[in-house]
């Protein structure tokens, strides 16, 4: 039985798990899920015949929107107090399979975790496990080596590890797909981190410039305080800012943004734009047909939004809105690149990225 071991965000379990079961069912690969040993894992099961390699071979971690990291289960391991780093060794050298070299080791603490010793006991772990791990020949002897896979072992507690592999080629940028940012004091609000996020997950790290610089024009829908429009302005764009509600008044003074009073649905710009961004809170389908509107009629290139979905049937309600988008947009006759991901940043929201590639 090979599993893969996957991170979302706690409480979201079931939405990522079945998506997950979906995805892999539409590659040809039959599981199922189960929830994890912590909140914020799942584990999934293929019994065969199809293998993981098989299935990492047909699906990407970019396609799904619930999951935020993965890697293959190769053991779990029990920590004895008097060797942790021995049988972590022993274990691998047992384990009955095939898996790609790696270079080197990630330790992994649940999302939940509050343990700060088990915190501090990772960091400090971390070095002399990888010295062993090296000094054995599981890891390659140079840690900058370019291996295809990368070891992962999940500390769970101070008397257990699962211990995985995996690929440089299907996982996430940011280890168990957390993007860490901090909130500068002069941001106008915390949703601010959700659009940086957005762009670090979706943007290739190589053209951060080529979509986000060169002095761009913005729309931020639903702008009020300001905290997506305080992001486009620190890249240099000139924003126009829709919102019935008060802007940040430091955020105004910058002279790169234009308020506009209105509904943010009922507003369109006279001329094209590069970005329109939207996070305002209301019915995901009426968010969804917007944006629809704005890329057919080419009044922007890139676009992202959020998606506020229903406590209930949040994975269900996210495919309604997916074949919404694909149908809206497959009628024109231009071609589009939608991404989509529930980002570390993110509550009961997904944040989508929409590009314009003609």
């Given at each position: 039985?090979?599993?893969?071991?996957?991170?979302?965000?706690p409480g979201f379990?079931?939405?990522?798990?079945?998506?997950?079961?979906?995805?892999?069912?539409s590659v040809g690969?039959?599981?199922?899920?189960?929830?994890?040993?912590?909140?914020?894992?799942?584990?999934?099961?293929?019994?065969?015949?199809?293998?993981?390699?098989?299935?990492?071979?047909?699906?990407?971690?970019?396609?799904?929107?619930?999951?935020?990291?993965?890697?293959?289960?190769?053991?779990?391991?029990?920590?004895?107090?008097?060797?942790?780093?021995?049988?972590?060794?022993?274990?691998?050298?047992?384990?009955?399979?095939?898996?790609?070299?790696?270079?080197?080791?990630?330790?992994?603490?649940?999302?939940?975790?509050?343990?700060?010793?088990?915190?501090?006991?990772?960091?400090?772990?971390?070095?002399?496990?990888?010295?062993?791990?090296?000094?054995?020949?599981?890891?390659?002897?140079?840690?900058?080596?370019?291996?295809?896979?990368?070891?992962?072992?999940?500390?769970?507690?101070?008397?257990?590890?699962?211990?995985?592999?995996?690929?440089?080629?299907?996982?996430?940028?940011?280890?168990?797909?957390?993007?860490?940012?901090?909130?500068?004091?002069?941001?106008?609000?915390?949703?601010?981190?959700?659009?940086?996020?957005?762009?670090?997950?979706?943007?290739?790290?190589?053209?951060?410039?080529?979509?986000?610089?060169?002095?761009?024009?913005?729309?931020?829908?639903?702008?009020?305080?300001?905290?997506?429009?305080?992001?486009?302005?620190r890249q240099g764009?000139?924003?126009?800012?829709?919102?019935?509600?008060?802007?940040?008044?430091?955020?105004?003074?910058?002279?790169?943004?234009?308020?506009?009073?209105?509904?943010?649905?009922?507003?369109?710009?006279?001329?094209?734009?590069?970005?329109?961004?939207?996070?305002?809170?209301?019915?995901?389908?009426?968010?969804?047909?917007?944006?629809?509107?704005?890329?057919?009629?080419?009044?922007?290139?890139?676009?992202?939004?959020?998606?506020?979905?229903?406590?209930?049937?949040?994975?269900?309600?996210?495919?309604?809105?997916?074949?919404?988008?694909?149908?809206?947009?497959?009628?024109?006759?231009?071609?589009?690149?939608?991404?989509?991901?529930?980002?570390?940043?993110?509550?009961?929201?997904?944040?989508?990225?929409?590009?314009?590639?003609?």
């Open positions: 039985m090979e599993q893969l071991m996957a991170f979302c965000r379990e079931a939405d990522a798990g079945r998506e997950l079961t979906d995805a892999a069912a690969a039959y599981g199922y899920f189960e929830p994890g040993s912590q909140p914020g894992l799942i584990k999934f099961s293929l019994p065969g015949p199809e293998s993981m390699a098989d299935l990492l071979g047909r699906l990407s971690l970019d396609d799904l929107v619930f999951s935020r990291d993965w890697f293959v289960v190769i053991s779990e391991i029990s920590l004895p107090k008097s060797d942790r780093v021995g049988a972590v060794i022993d274990a691998l050298r047992e384990v009955d399979a095939d898996w790609p070299a790696c270079s080197r080791v990630e330790i992994r603490l649940g999302e939940t975790n509050e343990d700060h010793d088990l915190g501090n006991f990772a960091r400090k772990w971390v070095s002399p496990l990888s010295k062993a791990l090296r000094g054995a020949g599981i890891l390659e002897a140079d840690a900058k080596a370019d291996a295809p896979a990368r070891l992962e072992l999940l500390l769970v507690s101070f008397e257990q590890v699962i211990a995985g592999f995996s690929l440089a080629a299907n996982r996430a940028r940011y280890p168990s797909g957390i993007v860490r940012l901090r909130l500068p004091a002069e941001a106008p609000s915390r949703s601010a981190l959700k659009l940086e996020e957005a762009w670090k997950v979706f943007i290739p790290e190589s053209r951060q410039l080529d979509y986000l610089g060169g002095g761009k024009q913005a729309v931020d829908l639903g702008a009020a305080p300001g905290g997506w429009t305080w992001q486009l302005v764009m000139l924003v126009t800012a829709v919102d019935n509600g008060p802007m940040n008044a430091e955020l105004m003074a910058s002279g790169q943004v234009t308020h506009i009073k209105a509904d943010g649905y009922q507003w369109l710009p006279k001329r094209g734009v590069d970005w329109m961004v939207c996070d305002i809170v209301d019915h995901p389908r009426r968010t969804t047909e917007m944006v629809i509107g704005w890329l057919t009629a080419k009044l922007c290139r890139y676009v992202v939004f959020n998606l506020k979905m229903p406590m209930k049937k949040r994975y269900d309600e996210w495919l309604i809105c997916r074949d919404m988008l694909e149908e809206g947009l497959a009628k024109t006759e231009m071609s589009f690149r939608l991404k989509a991901r529930h980002l570390y940043h993110d509550r009961e929201e997904i944040t989508c990225f929409i590009e314009r590639l003609d």
